[in-house]
């Protein structure tokens, strides 16, 4: 799947940001989960606005 290919250098700052060596898993499931709950609310307000852009009387 294309759309889901991540540049070496993202994935590679991305994979150094949430590993932890004390996990069993290898990353620390409460910050890889925060920062993806932080990321959809930040997509969440953007597409408020973007709706609100388009179609301002409906608010």
Known sequence: ???LKVEKA???AIA???HSDSSP???DAKKTHIIIL???LQLEERLKRIEGQ????SQ
Do not use: A, C, W, Y
């Not at 388009?54 to 009387?57: A, K, V």
């Open 1 to 3: 799947m294309e759309s």
């Open 10 to 12: 993202t994935f590679d």
């Open 16 to 18: 150094k940001e949430i």
């Open 25 to 27: 898993v290898g990353i």
């Open 38 to 40: 932080e990321k959809l």
């Open 54 to 57: 388009l179609s301002p009387n």
